[in-house]
């Protein structure tokens, strides 16, 4: 099988048969999490952003038993009993989430597991390797303006090793 099932003990156990989180390649697909503390297996007390924080401390902690974090999530889908609490959700999920922000949906549904307010679920990309990589040869190898492209964003591909035709057409004058 090409699938990697992750699963934290910092977060809750699931409900179900399924994965807190699927890992295919370089694609993670976490499943919806809801405001469950993982000790009592309860729902928090509170409102919207009590739940909110919640289920974002476990999107958290599932990410964090493969080293990712929010910045490596590119998408998620957010289910919430009721739209009206929405700008209350979003002061709270933009604590956890910055700029370039994932792509999101957010959809009003009649219940949710246990009575939750809200579910959240996740795609994420796993870029680990590749930051590595581009921390290992000095930064990027192209397109980029880093030190091998003297500071332009030229697109050459070997950090700048381009043959003077290449030089003129980018105008990094090497």
């Known amino acids: 099988m090409f699938t990697q099932a992750i699963s934290s003990p910092n977060a809750p156990k699931a409900l ?67 739209l009206s609490d929405f700008d209350a959700m979003n002061q709270i999920y933009a604590v956890y989430f910055n700029e370039p922000f994932p792509a999101r949906s957010t959809v009003q549904v009649a219940a949710l597991p246990k009575g939750a307010k809200v579910e959240i679920e996740c795609t994420v990309i796993d870029t680990l390797v590749y930051e590595r990589q581009m921390s290992q040869n000095g930064g990027c190898n192209g397109g980029c303006g880093g030190e091998g492209c003297h500071g332009k964003d030229c697109g050459c591909d070997d950090d700048c090793g381009c043959d003077d035709d290449h030089c003129e057409d980018c105008g990094c004058g090497e």
């Not at 919640?54 to 957010?78: D, G, P, S, W, Y």
């Open 16 to 82: 179900g048969p399924y994965s807190q989180a699927i890992k295919l390649g370089d694609f993670v697909y976490l499943s919806g999490q809801i405001p469950m503390d993982p000790a009592t297996g309860e729902i928090v007390p509170g409102g919207i952003q009590e739940q909110t924080q919640q289920v974002l401390k476990n999107i958290e902690a599932v990410l964090a038993e493969m080293n990712l974090e929010t910045r490596h999530v590119v998408k998620t889908t957010v289910f919430m009993t009721d």
